[in-house]
C-alpha cells in the first residue's frame, strides 16, 4: 500500500472555477479575476465569494451592495489573469470587455463571457484574510448558442479552471460519469438515504 503523505495545513481544492469578479468602482465598470467561489444556497439561489480587502473591488461591493460573476472562455485566459494582475486603484479596466448591464445597475456584465451573473449582496464575513460576500441571484445570463435542453452546456461554453498553488489554468476534460445517477449500480438494496 502506497505511504499518504502530509502535505501540510494550507491546501486548495482542485481545480478551482475560475471567474471573473465585476463591481462598479467609483461609476466605472471593474473586474478582477476570483476563484474563490461556491454555491451556498439552493432557494434562493446563493453564491459566496471570498474577496481580499486589499483588492479594490472588496470597497466596490461594500459600497454599491451589488456585484456580477462572469465565467469566461478559454479564449479568454490572458484577459481574466491580466484582470488578476492589475488593480483597480491604478488601473482603469473599464474598457476591456464589452459590458453589458442586466437589472442591476452595479453588477457589470460582460458580454463575451458564456455566462454571467448579477447578485445583489445579501450577508457577508468577515474572516482573518479575506471577506466571504454572499450574493442572491438576481440573473443569469447566456446565449442560445451556449445551451443544450436549456442548460449551458459546458462543451459549448468551454470554460477554464485554475490550479493552486501550482498557479496553473486548464480547460476542462472529457465526461466521465452522471451524477445522481451512476451510483445508482452500488445500491444493494433500498435507498441508503
Ligand atoms: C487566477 C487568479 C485568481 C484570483 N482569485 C482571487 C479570489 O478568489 N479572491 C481575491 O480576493 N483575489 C483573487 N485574485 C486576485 C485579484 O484578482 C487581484 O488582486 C486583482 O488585481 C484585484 O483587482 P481590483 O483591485 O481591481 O479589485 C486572483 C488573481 C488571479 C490571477
Redesign the pocket.
Known sequence: MSERINIGNNAFILPEP?TI?G?M?DGKA????????TRLNYEPCMMG????P?????R?IRETGQFSVNVPDVDMVAA??Y???????R?D?SSLFDVHFGKLESAPLIRTCPLSMEFTLADSLDLPT?TLFIGELVAAWTEERYLTDGCVDIVKARPFT?TMPD?R?WAVGEQVGRAWHDGKALHTGKSGK
Request: aromatic share 8%.
Open positions: 475560475q469578479l463591481t468602482l471593474n473586474f478582477m479575476a476570483l476563484a474563490w467561489i465569494i471570498a474577496v481580499n486589499r483588492n479594490a473591488s472588496h466596490a481574466t489573469d484582470v488578476g494582475l492589475a488593480s483597480g486603484k488601473t479596466k479575506n485554475l498557479n489554468y
